[in-house]
Protein backbone atom coordinates (compact mmCIF):
# COMPACT_ATOMS: atom_id res chain seq x y z
CA UNK A 1 0.00 0.00 0.00
CA UNK A 2 1.22 3.93 -0.58
CA UNK A 3 2.24 5.95 1.92
CA UNK A 4 0.28 8.64 2.32
CA UNK A 5 1.20 12.26 3.93
CA UNK A 6 -0.94 14.53 5.42
CA UNK A 7 0.29 17.99 6.17
CA UNK A 8 -1.67 20.38 8.22
CA UNK A 9 -0.78 24.02 7.97
CA UNK A 10 -1.05 26.81 10.11
CA UNK A 11 -3.50 28.69 8.20
CA UNK A 12 -6.68 28.80 6.09
CA UNK A 13 -4.67 29.70 3.06
CA UNK A 14 -1.89 28.72 1.08
CA UNK A 15 -2.62 25.44 0.30
CA UNK A 16 -1.90 25.74 -3.23
CA UNK A 17 1.25 26.94 -3.17
CA UNK A 18 2.42 24.56 -0.92
CA UNK A 19 1.37 21.80 -3.19
CA UNK A 20 3.75 23.64 -6.04
CA UNK A 21 6.22 23.47 -3.47
CA UNK A 22 6.07 19.63 -2.74
CA UNK A 23 5.87 18.86 -6.34
CA UNK A 24 9.06 20.41 -6.95
CA UNK A 25 10.77 19.36 -3.83
CA UNK A 26 9.45 15.58 -5.38
CA UNK A 27 10.69 16.13 -8.66
CA UNK A 28 14.25 17.08 -7.53
CA UNK A 29 14.18 13.87 -5.21
CA UNK A 30 13.75 12.18 -8.66
CA UNK A 31 9.93 11.28 -8.53
CA UNK A 32 7.44 12.02 -11.53
CA UNK A 33 4.43 13.71 -9.60
CA UNK A 34 0.51 13.84 -10.28
CA UNK A 35 -1.24 16.69 -8.67
CA UNK A 36 -4.60 15.94 -9.06
CA UNK A 37 -6.93 18.43 -8.73
CA UNK A 38 -10.61 18.87 -8.20
CA UNK A 39 -12.11 20.32 -11.32
CA UNK A 40 -11.08 20.84 -14.59
CA UNK A 41 -10.59 25.33 -13.77
CA UNK A 42 -8.90 24.17 -10.60
CA UNK A 43 -6.48 22.56 -12.89
CA UNK A 44 -5.57 25.12 -14.69
CA UNK A 45 -5.15 27.62 -12.12
CA UNK A 46 -2.20 24.93 -10.60
CA UNK A 47 -0.85 24.65 -13.64
CA UNK A 48 -0.59 28.73 -13.79
CA UNK A 49 0.36 28.81 -10.10
CA UNK A 50 3.40 26.27 -11.00
CA UNK A 51 4.94 29.16 -13.77
CA UNK A 52 4.56 31.90 -11.13
CA UNK A 53 5.38 30.33 -7.28
CA UNK A 54 8.71 31.30 -7.59
CA UNK A 55 10.45 33.88 -9.41
CA UNK A 56 13.82 31.84 -9.40
CA UNK A 57 13.21 28.59 -10.73
CA UNK A 58 11.14 26.60 -13.19
CA UNK A 59 8.94 23.74 -12.62
CA UNK A 60 8.58 21.15 -15.44
CA UNK A 61 4.89 20.36 -16.11
CA UNK A 62 1.89 20.05 -18.26
CA UNK A 63 -1.83 19.17 -17.82
CA UNK A 64 -2.17 15.56 -18.28
CA UNK A 65 -4.15 14.23 -21.60
CA UNK A 66 -4.73 11.10 -21.96
CA UNK A 67 -4.64 10.65 -25.58
CA UNK A 68 -0.93 12.21 -25.55
CA UNK A 69 2.06 10.69 -24.50
CA UNK A 70 2.88 12.95 -21.03
CA UNK A 71 6.31 12.77 -20.34
CA UNK A 72 6.61 15.89 -18.41
CA UNK A 73 8.46 15.47 -14.27
CA UNK A 74 4.90 16.68 -13.69
CA UNK A 75 1.30 16.81 -14.87
CA UNK A 76 -1.60 18.08 -13.61
CA UNK A 77 -5.12 16.74 -14.35
CA UNK A 78 -8.41 16.02 -12.71
CA UNK A 79 -11.60 13.40 -13.50
CA UNK A 80 -10.49 9.55 -13.78
CA UNK A 81 -7.43 9.07 -15.52
CA UNK A 82 -4.08 9.56 -14.63
CA UNK A 83 -0.48 9.26 -15.68
CA UNK A 84 0.90 5.68 -15.00
CA UNK A 85 4.65 6.62 -15.04
CA UNK A 86 4.16 8.67 -12.00
CA UNK A 87 5.27 7.81 -8.20
CA UNK A 88 3.83 10.43 -6.49
CA UNK A 89 0.25 11.81 -6.43
CA UNK A 90 -0.84 15.13 -4.50
CA UNK A 91 -4.72 14.92 -4.02
CA UNK A 92 -6.15 18.68 -4.32
CA UNK A 93 -9.57 17.12 -4.13
CA UNK A 94 -11.84 16.24 -1.56
CA UNK A 95 -12.08 12.91 -2.09
CA UNK A 96 -9.68 10.30 -2.66
CA UNK A 97 -9.49 9.25 -6.20
CA UNK A 98 -10.34 5.47 -6.67
CA UNK A 99 -7.03 5.34 -8.74
CA UNK A 100 -4.96 6.46 -5.70
CA UNK A 101 -3.30 2.70 -5.03
CA UNK A 102 -1.36 3.29 -8.47
CA UNK A 103 1.24 5.71 -6.32
CA UNK A 104 4.23 4.84 -3.93
CA UNK A 105 3.45 8.04 -2.10
CA UNK A 106 0.16 10.24 -1.87
CA UNK A 107 0.64 13.81 -0.29
CA UNK A 108 -2.66 15.18 1.70
CA UNK A 109 -2.40 18.74 2.36
CA UNK A 110 -4.88 20.32 4.48
CA UNK A 111 -5.62 23.90 5.49
CA UNK A 112 -6.50 25.14 9.03
CA UNK A 113 -10.46 25.54 8.66
CA UNK A 114 -12.40 23.28 10.91
CA UNK A 115 -14.71 22.07 8.08
CA UNK A 116 -11.62 21.55 5.89
CA UNK A 117 -10.08 19.48 8.80
CA UNK A 118 -12.99 17.40 8.72
CA UNK A 119 -13.66 16.41 5.53
CA UNK A 120 -9.45 15.43 5.66
CA UNK A 121 -10.34 13.33 8.98
CA UNK A 122 -12.82 11.11 6.75
CA UNK A 123 -9.95 10.60 4.10
CA UNK A 124 -7.92 9.72 6.83
CA UNK A 125 -10.42 7.23 8.42
CA UNK A 126 -10.82 5.81 4.38
CA UNK A 127 -7.00 5.27 4.38
CA UNK A 128 -6.38 3.88 7.19
CA UNK A 129 -9.87 1.18 6.42
CA UNK A 130 -7.54 0.56 3.60
CA UNK A 131 -4.08 -0.15 5.38
CA UNK A 132 -2.37 2.48 3.91
CA UNK A 133 0.94 3.68 5.79
CA UNK A 134 -0.80 6.93 7.50
CA UNK A 135 1.84 9.94 8.22
CA UNK A 136 1.19 13.44 10.04
CA UNK A 137 3.24 16.33 9.34
CA UNK A 138 2.01 19.93 11.07
CA UNK A 139 3.42 22.89 8.92
CA UNK A 140 3.90 26.06 11.69
CA UNK A 141 5.41 28.32 9.48
CA UNK A 142 4.47 29.11 5.68
CA UNK A 143 6.41 31.69 5.14
CA UNK A 144 9.85 30.03 6.03
CA UNK A 145 8.52 27.13 3.77
CA UNK A 146 7.87 29.41 1.10
CA UNK A 147 11.68 31.34 0.72
CA UNK A 148 13.54 27.70 0.92
CA UNK A 149 15.18 26.98 -2.76
Excluded at 8 to 23: R, W
Excluded at 35 to 56: C, N, Q
Excluded at 101 to 116: A, L, M
Amino acid sequence: MPRVDFYLLSDESGMHKFACIMASKAWSAGNHVYMHAETEDAAKKLDDLLWTFRDISFVPHEIYNETENNEAPITIGFGNHFPSHSQVMINLDYKIPKFSDKFSRIIEIVENNEKKKEIARQRYRQYKESEYELHNHNIANLKEIYQTK
